[in-house]
């Protein structure tokens, strides 16, 4: 991995800017839809295209990034199993949690990106002494940005409807991705 690190920063960087740009267009389509009355299902499928066509289109422009994720998916295969618990438990566990605490699914959200992140950078770096910086700042933004969704949804609790407060929360997710993603593209 040393010598990619630049290559491999640069695709990370493309590919976090590309989720936050599918994040951000799949909220405001969903966004439209739901204000419209578009059965969920279709909203399910607007967001499932949105995904599919932006890392499509940024997979063929970026030949690399393929084989960066790759490089990345085979030393964490190396890990051990108790260290791949704990990083699938902090990526999913927050996601799993929502249908039982769905009242509060725009903080775990936020919760699971942030957590999953940062458990992705530390065992990165111990396990594989590489500081993908890039994953640490997206992480610590989207936890950041739960007390700022808190604030926001207490004090215009009387304005704002859940949908409009878990929208907000996948706008806090694409920039989270996006200034990790800028980052990426310009600290090597």
Known sequence: MPGNL????????????????????????NEFLST???????????????????LGITFTKMNNLFQSIRNRMKNSIKWPLHAKIINGLSWAGPFLAIPIFHPFSQYLILLGIGTGNISTFLLIKYYS???NKEQFIVGIIAIIMIPVLFLVDVLLTSVLVHQHVLALSRIFV???????????????
Do not use: C, D, M
């Open 174 to 188: 694409a920039i989270s991705y996006g200034v990790g993603g800028i980052y990426a593209l310009n600290e090597r």
């Open 36 to 54: 419209h009355g578009v059965p969920i299902y279709y909203q399910l499928l607007s967001w499932i295209l949105v995904f599919a066509l932006i």
């Open 129 to 131: 002494n590489y500081k």
């Open 6 to 29: 630049g290559i491999e920063s640069r695709a990370f960087g493309f590919l976090f800017i590309s989720i936050a740009i599918a994040v951000l267009t799949g909220t405001i389509i």
